[in-house]
Nanobody, 116 residues
Framework: QVQLVESGGGLVQPGGSLRLSCAASGFTFSVYAMRWFRQAPGKQRELVAAIGSGGASTIYADSVKGRFTISRDNAKNTVYLQMNSLKPEDTAVYYC?????????WGQGTQVTVSS
């Protein structure tokens, strides 16, 4: 059974940091590219960051460049999103996503709220 389980979300003040984790099981994690998406209320889901299967290549949305870092540990079947200098506009549900060719898996999401 394929599972992607996100954790690490919560309430944080502007300027603070959070580290999201996504634990994968039920598929060969090391051959999948991994992505983080987010969806704010009333908005479309957007790509935040992506990392290749080997971890060498990464891409970021312009809105998070220099503040967020995606990484993965293939030995632990886990992908991370380190989020620094958080802003209220980063408030959203964050989703983990695994993709390989036409196969896509999604996690259930974790809420991140940035507010004073």
């Amino acid at each position: 059974q394929v599972q992607l389980v996100e954790s690490g979300g919560g309430l944080v003040q502007p300027g603070g940091s959070l580290r999201l984790s996504c634990a994968a099981s039920g598929f060969t994690f090391s051959v999948y590219a991994m992505r983080w998406f987010r969806q704010a209320p009333g908005k479309q889901r957007e790509l935040v960051a992506a990392i290749g299967s080997g971890g060498a290549s990464t891409i970021y949305a312009d809105s998070v460049k220099g503040r967020f870092t995606i990484s993965r540990d293939n030995a632990k079947n886990t992908v991370y999103l380190q989020m620094n200098s958080l802003k209220p506009e980063d408030t959203a549900v964050y989703y983990c996503n695994a993709i390989r060719v036409s196969t896509v898996y999604w996690g259930q999401g974790t809420q991140v709220t940035v507010s004073s």
